[in-house]
């Protein structure tokens, strides 16, 4: 698991230097200690869009999210709830 | 020594009669009031489960600056817990 040392992070797979690569997960949450982590997944995705909701696409903590659920969830899934979303048949209430 | 009607043991006059049986029930109350108490804990106090839908659909959010499981293997919860997540809605 991620340290919480390192808090300035900024991408969980970015540039960061000339030639330099940095690869990491998503950190220990509380809210999810289960080593299942289906639900620290849906839960990022849905506040990843609130939170571009709320504050705009270009709101720098919105980020945070964005890492988590494209580190945690399957790309088949994200992809189908963008779809949803686009659809305006997403379960969630975003 | 004469037969006992119905099941011995269920009635303080059996039970001396066959002292042995007193250790299993020891165990028998200790099992479910373990499993008892571990259930209500789970309902009252699992990040997944709410009885509250209206007012608290999402019970995780309790749990930011807490800790649910009783042994953090491979982690260090003695500085305390918090989540990474940004609150965005303040």
New interface residues.
Partial sequence: ?AD?DN?DNSAACVESGEDEFRLETA???????NMNQT?HCY??FL?YQ??IK??GED?A??Q??QR?FRSLCPNSWVAKWEEQIEAGTFAGRI | MPPIKGLSGLTISSIKKYPAIIPLYVMLAAGVVLAASAVTRTLLKNPEVSFNRKGNPEPWNDYKDKQYKFFGVGRDYSQGVHTEAPDYKK
Avoid at chain 1, 27 to 33: K, L
């Fill in positions: 698991m919480t808090g950190p220990f949450d509380p809210r999810f200690p639900k839960v990022s506040d609130r939170c709320a504050r709101y903590p919105c945070y999210f988590v």
